[in-house]
């Protein structure tokens, strides 16, 4: 089986976690299949302070993709948009496979339709599949793409938004090499460098490096995470950025339950952390006037509370934000929900949000939205 420290990188994300009970499992020879995932619909009513850019659609209106999906106020009337979809819905393949030796050698690949450039909603509304997760455990090792080591899953509240608090949460996964022992992991990750202003950023020859460890007292989870990155830009032509510099940063997160209720939180801070925090919320270096790399220096954190009700209905409140030194100077969101599972693997809920961001020039935007949901985990 797979050990308890890569159930981790396969935890269906934000909201309405499958539950495991409903996978469907196959055994052939020494090796278990199993296949699980959700459906899940969406409807969402929002009223933007001015229309949507073009650039952002879809991801902004199918869900809060972070502080640049937010559009700045152009002095008009706001508007009031309606989008439906079932771009969510997700499915997920594991296997463990018993070797010779007695170890195990597992693999996991997960998809879902979010995110989709192809697909519209003139006929058919089809979307393509995209790769979330795809990676290889043997041992205490794990080979390929996954969630970041410098993210804690386990610390994301349960919102009906895709992400919930994304301005001010660590998300992102990509391919890696990690090690795990007991509590400490320690992965070298892909690269990507991020410079305001420019379109190719792919100059990196130096993986990033992320450590993590993870604290349990009681029924209590905390984990320290750092990473310590190189951003690069090569030169290309007379007026080309040639320069290195050394970004990273660290964050500390958790979760406390109280009875059945739980307050999850995070709070991440560095310089240069750019595109792991907060979805693209800023870049991770600008170029100063002598042509060098200055690291973007970002605070972000949110804190969430969820109260059950009874068995079958629970609410989670949720406030996140973001501040940074670079073009986004402050953004915020706040989640307030109410689900309810009449069966275990069924949710049907509705959820308010808020959320608003203010430019380092000065120029601000929000937008408010109602967003009802179904989801059926098999």
């Not at 750019?274 to 979805?279: I, K, M």
Request: with cysteine; aromatic share 8%.
């Amino acid at each position: 089986m797979f050990r308890a420290q890569h159930l981790a990188a396969c935890t269906a994300m934000t909201v309405l976690f499958a539950p495991a009970a409903h996978a469907v499992r196959l055994d052939v020879g020494n090796t278990a299949l199993t296949i699980g995932g959700y459906i899940k619909i969406d409807a969402l009513v929002t009223n933007y302070d001015a229309r949507p850019s073009a650039s952002l659609e879809p991801l902004g209106r199918d869900y809060y993709a972070g502080p640049r999906s937010v559009p700045l106020s152009d002095g008009g009337d706001s508007i009031t948009l309606l989008d439906v979809h079932a771009k969510q819905t997700r499915t997920w393949l594991r296997t463990e496979t018993t070797l010779e030796n007695g170890e195990t050698l597992g693999a996991y690949v997960e998809m879902d339709f979010q995110n989709s450039a192809q697909g519209n909603e003139t006929i058919s509304n089809s979307y393509v599949p995209r790769m979330r997760q795809a990676y290889l455990t043997y041992g205490d090792w794990l080979v390929g793409q996954t969630w970041s080591t410098f993210q804690n899953v386990s610390a994301l509240p349960e919102t009906l938004d895709f992400i919930g608090p994304t301005e001010s949460t660590v998300f992102i996964r990509q391919p890696m090499l990690r090690y795990t022992s007991g509590p400490l992991q320690f992965a070298l990750e892909n690269p990507e460098t991020r410079i305001a202003g420019d379109a190719t950023t792919d100059d990196n020859a130096i993986p990033d490096v992320a450590l993590r460890y993870t604290l349990k007292m009681d029924s209590m989870d905390f984990v320290a995470a750092g990473l310590l990155r190189a951003l690069e830009s090569q030169d290309r032509g007379e007026d080309g950025v040639d320069d290195t510099i050394v970004g990273g940063g660290i964050s500390l997160s958790g979760r406390i339950p109280f009875g059945r209720d739980d307050l999850k939180f995070m709070l991440t801070a560095g310089s240069g952390l750019g595109r792991y925090l907060g979805v693209l919320a800023n870049f991770d270096a600008v170029v100063d006037d002598q042509g060098d790399l200055d690291a973007v220096d970002v605070l972000a954190g949110y804190v969430s509370y969820r109260h059950f009700w009874s068995d079958r209905v629970r609410s989670t409140v949720v406030y996140g934000m973001f501040s940074g030194d670079g073009d986004i100077d402050s953004a915020s969101s706040a989640h307030v929900n109410l689900l309810y599972s009449p069966v275990r693997n069924l949710t049907l809920g509705v959820e308010l949000m808020q959320a608003s961001r203010e430019n380092a020039g000065g120029a601000e935007g929000d937008f408010q939205r109602l967003q009802l949901a179904a989801k059926l985990a098999f």
